[in-house]
């Protein structure tokens, strides 16, 4: 067998995702490859996924211990989503076979946060911010069939059908794509997507342009501000660098400033778009999950607070 699987859990993952940034493969491609491609090693241990990944009888053996894997700890339907572990599987062992398995740099595993001393007993009690929970929630979100296949398809009309905005059909069918499965409230789509072209976008989303949410939140001459759209239409062209706003992360932001005063913030500050992102990075931060990307951090705490502050808690 490859010297690699004397390598650490964290070692064969980063050589992997460094792979998988490598085969221009999409965003969401990538961060349900490197979950899904080592569910076996998390759910069943080193030796049985190693022996997986080298057996002579690769296929007949991976897809019936994934199976029975699935059944056993996923709530998902079993027969349907093996056939995804699977297609990543391979993909991990194509990854075997590349240049990028030889010479794996070693990582420092970062030591585990101090605990946080909780300042104030809350209503509700939310898990403390861990390594773990993040990747639990994240293989969570893999599970979301409806919200995993709508990643898919934006992924596929921002990055490959519409990338750009120039003309405004193209805007037409992203804004109202996520107008519909992001329930927006934008009552007119055509009025948006007209005021997305006279901007002139794309150079600013390119440079990662955080004040480009504040133009687009607000059309001169109307009302209702936008800013929930904003992050996310920004967020679908460049989901590293603009994280998405919605009620869900502010009250988890909220809370665990509370309980933990993470950082110093007022409420109205997360409706500044530039001060929402330094607050997401002060909280990345704080619990010691620099590991992940702005991306996976959205996915987390939209979660969490759908879990512990459902709609009917207002």
Wanted: charged share 30%; aromatic share 14%; with cysteine.
């Amino acid at each position: 067998m490859h010297e690699i699987i004397s390598r650490t859990f964290d070692e064969v993952r980063a050589a992997y995702i460094a792979y998988l940034n490598t085969q221009g493969l999409s965003m969401n491609t990538i961060n349900t490859s490197k979950s899904e491609a080592f569910y076996l090693w998390k759910k069943r241990g080193k030796e049985t996924f190693w022996n997986v990944v080298y057996s002579d009888d690769f296929e007949n053996l991976g897809k019936s211990l994934l199976l029975e894997t699935l059944k056993e700890h996923s709530s998902g339907d079993a027969e349907t989503n093996v056939n995804s572990y699977m297609a990543h599987l391979r993909r991990f062992r194509k990854f075997l076979a590349s240049e990028s398995a030889i010479d794996i740099p070693a990582v420092t595993p970062k030591p585990e946060p101090k605990k946080k001393r909780k300042t104030r007993k809350m209503k509700q009690d939310l898990p403390d911010p861990c390594i773990e929970q993040v990747e639990h929630y994240l293989e969570l979100w893999d599970l979301l069939e409806d919200y995993h296949l709508q990643e898919e398809a934006l992924d596929k009309l921002f990055f490959e059908l519409c990338p750009e905005n120039k003309d405004v059909s193209d805007v037409l069918l992203k804004v109202s794509a996520l107008n519909d499965f992001y329930s927006t409230h934008i009552f007119k789509v055509f009025p948006m997507a007209k005021h997305i072209i006279a901007l002139d976008v794309d150079d600013r989303l390119r440079a990662g342009d955080v004040t480009l949410v504040k133009d687009i939140q607000k059309i001169s001459g109307r009302n209702r501000n936008h800013y929930s759209f904003a992050t996310k239409y920004c967020s679908h062209h460049k989901p590293l660098d603009y994280p998405i706003y919605d009620s869900y992360v502010d009250r988890v932001l909220r809370y665990y400033r509370r309980r933990d005063d993470f950082s110093s913030f007022d409420d109205s500050d997360l409706k500044d778009y530039e001060r929402f992102k330094t607050i997401l990075m002060a909280f990345r931060s704080f619990y010691g999950l620099e590991a992940f990307n702005l991306k996976e951090i959205d996915k987390y705490i939209w979660q969490l607070g759908k879990e512990y502050f459902p709609r009917n808690y207002y």
